[in-house]
């Protein structure tokens, strides 16, 4: 007795044709640990975005009820070869009501629960999901679960790795951001010296508001002079940044030598032997890194993601971890949402004109059933 | 009563003119740990040309016995911010005779011998030394000896960074230097696999007949398609690279991330989770390092350095390496040179045009008493 629903599919072809649509998909009864959940709340995150609409020139698309067909230009085309012709589920997370289980006694007593899930077809009236990588929500709304686990997760996963490493401090580059914020709170609550960086005046005041300490805006004149100080105060030479094209990482690195050498009694041709770290962790600019000559050997910059991070923490920590996201979900964790969409909503031009954006603070709900 | 002898200095202004000239200096009798050792021959390494002549307009340089004055274009000369009005010493390393020493049962015991050294201040008639990191070069010549720490201890680095990092293949981006026919021999010697890539045809043949096993030509039109077979085949998804600008890492990273996702049964939007670690442990290249977005978030990349990476191995590998470098001094590590130069004539203008162009087997080596 399988049930049916709405789900959203992405396929690129190998011509660079993309096409979004939904179909009629039939779930077939859970067994085992998996369980059934009828979704009601997934967001549209960044690390969403690149398979919805990467590179597509979505100005010149066709739009139809519950479907969009837009060209991805080369060379972002043929840098997608790898799923060319596949049709693809998209939506990470989300969250919804258990409606059927399977047999396990993890997935009975989820039954009738409200959890939050991170299935990979969120975007969907239904979502078969693994009990063990459901949250039961207890009195949270779904739409407060909605995005309990990529934002909460990566920003708590940064302070872990963070304290692994035997840092004390950590600089962001996007410090405004909805998972910023998240980051901000975590590092108070951790005693974990934090650098900001932000774009506009108005992100220096929301995060002040929430506590940050050090809190730069890169589009003032003396940006790397402050900067600069942030780190000297902060000893932040460890850092996130979900920009990744472009000079971020190169400007932190910059800085951070600039704190290191000025602590060097003695000149080295070499720069500075204090280890700069970078990760970066998203591709808001889907351009090349470029990272100068000007920061000697003494540093390291690798990509981030949650779930190889999560492997090499362990069960143990990865717990303990969604038990604190859980336990402060509306405070520490919170998020806020711009917009509410439905399936058909989110593939409208109006709708993915601004989604795509990216824009701090402008997060889109969808809400399959609304 | 002190020894006095002509030595090497590199001095660079706030206005961008560097100054590299012969001084008569004055060497006091040694003390303690230390050695003085005249100097018999010193190579130029490209990690002494950053110092010696780095970005500087030698084509337009003012040249007289024992000295030249040119100009270090912007944006280089900003960056050297560091050292502006430091007068400097150069040679990282050369070889000579100790011929006086301190009080130290170590520094004694030298007296008289043939040592290769590290001072720092190698391009010199006389150095102190410190005997700890003096090697005695037993019947070996000075000129066998002279380049006996920064390439063999940097190849057999690379070596011993691997297997710490369980590692057993290696890429390496410029495979027929001096340091990279040491590299393949020492592969060879410890079953290492090793990737070397060359620019020309010749070069192939050269590491082919000291038995390299993969040596891939990037002037070929199918370059990727041997790199990505090269790296299937030995599963080197570590390597060091010694350009630093341009898309030398790039280029390795896109070879790795093509083999990795070879072997994946499942498209994966991330890239695949292959572990993908490459070194810049030079900057043949003076310009900004590429990184383009095509290969997920499972790379890292890190600048190295010989003496960090050194002061992190423990004396006791250390011990081991220079033990190594000193049994094989003729063979393994045996380094060529292509012309011979006092130290008047390594700062005329025939000298430093051919030397600063750091073509692979064209080294020369400073002899300051011929």
Same mark, same amino acid.
């Given at each position: ?25 039939? /779930? ?194 003396? /940006? ?147």
């Amino acid at each position: 007795m399988a049930t049916t629903g709405k789900q959203l599919f992405t396929t690129l072809e190998a011509d660079g044709t993309l096409t979004v649509a939904l179909e009629d998909v039939s /779930f077939p009864d859970p067994t085992g640990n998996q369980v059934l959940v009828k979704m009601e709340a997934a967001p549209i995150n960044p690390s969403d975005l690149a398979i919805l609409v990467g590179a597509a020139d979505m100005e010149n698309a066709t739009y139809s009820p519950g479907k969009f067909v837009a060209t991805v230009p080369e060379p972002y085309n043929a840098g997608s070869k790898a799923r060319h012709g596949l049709k693809l589920p998209a939506g990470n997370e989300g969250a919804g009501t258990v409606i059927a289980t399977g047999d396990s006694d993890a997935a009975k007593a989820l039954m009738g629960q409200r959890v939050s899930c991170v299935p990979g077809n969120a975007y969907s009236q239904y979502c078969t999901a693994d009990a063990g990588m459901c949250l039961p929500l207890g009195d949270h709304s779904t739409e407060e679960g909605a995005s309990s686990f990529v934002n909460p997760m990566t920003a708590l996963g940064f302070a872990e790795n963070a304290k692994m490493d035997g840092q004390d401090a950590i600089l962001h580059t996007v410090g405004a951001s909805n998972l910023g914020q998240m980051l901000t709170r975590i590092c108070q609550e951790d005693g974990l010296g934090l650098v900001n960086i932000v774009r506009k005046d108005d992100q220096v005041e929301l995060l002040k508001k929430i506590g940050a300490t050090h809190v730069v805006n890169s589009s003032q004149d003396d /940006f790397m002079a402050q900067l600069t100080a942030a780190i000297d105060d902060t000893g932040a030479f460890y850092g996130f940044d979900p920009i990744g094209g472009g000079t971020s990482v190169d400007t932190a690195f910059k800085a951070m030598e600039r704190v290191a050498v000025s602590r060097m009694s003695e000149y080295s041709r070499y720069g500075s032997n204090q280890p700069k770290r970078m990760f970066i962790y998203g591709r808001l600019d889907t351009g090349a890194t470029t990272l100068s000559p000007s920061y000697g050997f003494g540093w390291t910059l690798s990509g981030w993601l949650l779930f190889p991070f999560l492997q090499s923490a362990g069960a143990e920590t990865v717990a303990r971890m969604r038990k604190r996201v859980r336990d402060n979900l509306t405070t520490t964790f919170a998020s806020h949402y711009k917009k509410r969409v439905n399936l058909e909503e989110m593939l409208t031009k109006e709708a993915v004109s601004d989604y795509r954006t990216m824009k701090t603070g402008e997060k889109y709900l969808v809400t399959p059933w609304s």
